[in-house]
């Protein structure tokens, strides 16, 4: 069996779009406004001549009362059937309420938990990206789903913990 990657995130931090970036085609929904996606789907992925499973998360209803349990619970079933876990955060708007309440579930898992601040479409962001240093989580990484900035060091990284 192939080793199992879940990308988790709160909504619209850009998973999907990494998916489709990491498997070099557009297969996952990307989604301007977010809570459309399906559940958890897996897709099949490759690096450096290595296979992994990846599977992206979201996808829950909007429901103003009980959101923070919700994205808990969704982050909380693709860890448990995960290897390792991304935790995607959007280095362009930093840590929200939703953010921290996923990294406190994530924090229970003896899991590899990789940090990925996504929206770094260059430089000028790397700055963002480096406060994330404060959760605490390890070194962050600087991606752009969107361009592909940072994605290649990304897998390398995600290699040595899968
Ligand atoms: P998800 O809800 O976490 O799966 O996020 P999506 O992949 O659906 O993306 C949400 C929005 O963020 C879409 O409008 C994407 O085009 C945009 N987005 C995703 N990655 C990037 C990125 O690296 N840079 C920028 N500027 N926008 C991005
Ligand atoms: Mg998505």
Redesign the pocket.
Known sequence: LDPVLAIV??????????VNRILGRRE?????T?GV?RDRVMYPAEWNGRNFTLV?T?GWEFDAKGIHQRVAEQAELAVELADAVLF?VDA?VGVTAMDESMMKMLRRTKKPIILVG????DQRTDSDVATLWGLGLGEPWA?????GRGVADLLDRIMEVL
């Open positions: 995130g709160r909504p619209n931090v850009g998973k999907s779009t990494l996952a929904v990307v989604e301007d977010p996606t992206d979201g995607v362009t996504n929206k770094a479409d991606v752009s789903a969107q361009h």
